[in-house]
């Protein structure tokens, strides 16, 4: 199977679908970092501060993703729409989440509880230039190479940066061994 063959058939997933993931996903983000948010006013942390920061930003947008989404799959005229939406929202979150992790392999991992899952950001980024690149840019634009590949370009760039971050942390965790 050719990589257009495969991106086709990406392209396949339909709308519906994509919608009940990105609810999922919300409400994945809803509960991680409510639940996060709530333990900082029951148990003040070092990293309250930085929770409560995030939660600000993140639960707003995990709102506007399960709003949307919802709305969505109930009316079909505004699926597109919010899955532009979405896109938008998943690719700042990607972009975000990318310097983040460059960061952390230009100054290491923060100090704390600090847990990396190898995958789990290119997954994200690779998803939300998927969505973005689909819903959230005109149709015209997926004649471009660099925009019908996005997926596959932002997985290209985020695998390696993932699986450095995580050798970074491991090797801090051992190094903390002696």
């Keep these: 199977m050719t990589l257009r063959a495969f991106v086709n058939k990406v392209d396949g997933v339909s709308e519906r679908t994509l919608l009940w993931a990105n609810?999922?996903?919300g409400c994945l983000v809803g509960l991680a970092h409510g639940s996060a948010l709530a333990v900082t006013y029951v148990k003040p942390?070092?990293?309250a501060g930085s929770i409560?920061?995030?939660a600000s930003i993140s639960l707003p947008l995990a709102a506007a993703i399960v709003l949307t989404s919802a709305a969505a799959l109930f009316r079909v005229d505004f699926r597109r729409?919010?899955?532009?939406?979405?896109?938008l929202i998943f690719a700042a979150a990607a972009v975000v989440?990318?310097?983040?992790?460059?960061?952390?392999l230009a100054w290491g991992p923060p100090r704390g509880r600090f847990v990396w899952s190898v995958g789990m950001m290119t997954a994200l980024v690779a998803y939300s230039f998927f969505v973005a690149s689909r819903y959230s840019m005109p149709r015209s634009f997926r004649e471009h190479g660099a925009v019908f590949y996005a997926p596959l370009l932002a997985l290209a760039v985020c695998l390696p940066i993932d699986v450095a971050v995580f050798v970074k942390t491991l090797s801090e965790i051992t190094r903390g061994f002696g």
């Design 23 to 25: 609810l999922a996903l």
């Design 45 to 47: 942390t070092p990293d």
């Design 81 to 87: 729409p919010a899955l532009a939406i979405h896109g």
């Design 52 to 54: 409560r920061q995030l």
């Design 97 to 104: 989440t990318l310097l983040w992790a460059m960061s952390i």
